[in-house]
C-alpha cells in the first residue's frame, strides 16, 4: 500500500540545537517534495521544495535531504529557536498524477528556551 | 499584500443544510484548490481548478460542490449529503499545477455541527 510517514509524537528540542524531522514514504515516485510549517489555527506556510535529483537544498538556518533509495526527506533547523515552535508537514509530488500533493500528518516541533 | 483570505473563520451547519465557503485570492494564479485537514491525518484534496469555468474532483469531493465563474473566487458549497462535515478547511492557490509550483495558503474555516 501507499504510505507517507511523519513522527506523529512532538518533539522536544532544546533552544539553539538542531532539530531534525523525518518523511518516509512507501510505494510512491516522487517527482519533487515540499515542506510546509503551520501554526495552530492557520494555513500552512511553504519553505522549501527539492527536486528528486536533488541531494540537498538549503535556505537561512533550514536544510533539506531527499534519498530516493531510502524514500526519506529529513528536515533541519539549525540553531532552533522558540519561534520555530510548529508543525511541519512534507508532501509528496507526483507527477504521473497530475501533480497531485500527497500530505504527511505532520510532526509537532517544540523548542524550549 | 497579495494573499488568499477565507471567510468566515467559523461556521455551524444544521442538520439538512447546505453551507458555502468563501476563498478569494488577489495573487493572479491560475490553479486553486481545496482541502480538508482532520487531526492526525495529511491534508487531503476536495476539489481543485486549473482555470476559469473549468475544476476537477479530488480524493474526496462526495458531498461536496464548487464553482470557479472568476479567477480570483473559488467557493466550496458543503452539502447536506456529506454526513461528516465536521473539520478544518483550507483553500490554497498556485501559478499553475506544475508540480514545482509552491501552494499559498488561506487560514481556514472550521466548520462544525450544531
Known amino acids: 500500500s501507499q504510505k507517507i510517514e511523519q513522527n506523529s509524537e512532538a518533539l522536544n528540542i532544546q533552544e539553539g540545537k538542531t532539530a531534525t524531522l523525518t518523511c518516509n514514504y512507501t510505494n510512491y515516485s516522487p517527482a519533487y517534495l515540499q515542506w510546509y510549517r503551520q501554526d495552530p489555527g492557520r494555513g500552512p506556510v511553504f519553505l522549501l521544495l527539492?527536486?528528486?535529483n536533488e541531494k540537498e537544498k538549503r535556505k537561512e538556518r533550514l536544510k533539506v535531504t531527499f534519498d530516493t533509495t531510502l524514500k526519506q526527506s529529513l528536515f533541519h533547523i539549525t540553531a532552533s529557536q522558540p519561534a520555530d515552535s510548529a508543525t511541519y508537514l512534507c508532501?509528496?509530488?507526483?507527477?504521473?498524477?497530475?501533480?497531485?500533493?500527497?500530505w504527511g500528518a505532520g510532526t509537532k516541533l517544540i523548542i524550549k528556551p | 499584500d497579495g494573499g488568499i483570505t477565507q471567510s468566515p473563520k467559523y461556521l455551524f451547519r444544521k442538520e439538512g443544510q447546505n453551507v458555502t465557503l468563501s476563498c478569494e485570492q488577489n495573487?493572479?494564479?491560475?490553479?486553486m484548490y481545496w482541502y480538508r485537514q482532520d487531526p492526525g491525518q495529511g491534508l487531503r484534496l476536495i476539489y481543485y481548478?486549473?482555470?476559469?469555468?473549468?475544476?476537477q474532483k479530488g480524493d474526496i469531493a462526495e458531498g461536496y460542490s464548487v464553482s470557479r465563474e472568476k479567477k480570483e473566487s473559488f467557493p466550496l458549497t458543503v452539502t447536506s449529503a456529506q454526513k461528516n462535515p465536521t473539520a478544518f478547511y483550507l483553500c490554497a492557490s498556485s501559478v499553475s499545477r506544475e508540480g514545482n509550483q509552491p501552494q499559498h495558503f488561506g487560514d481556514g474555516t472550521r466548520l462544525s455541527i450544531l
Open positions: 495573487l493572479n494564479h491560475d490553479a
Open positions: 508532501a509528496l509530488v507526483l507527477m504521473d498524477s497530475n501533480y497531485q500533493l500527497i
Open positions: 481548478s486549473q482555470i476559469v469555468n473549468d475544476f
Open positions: 527539492i527536486r528528486e
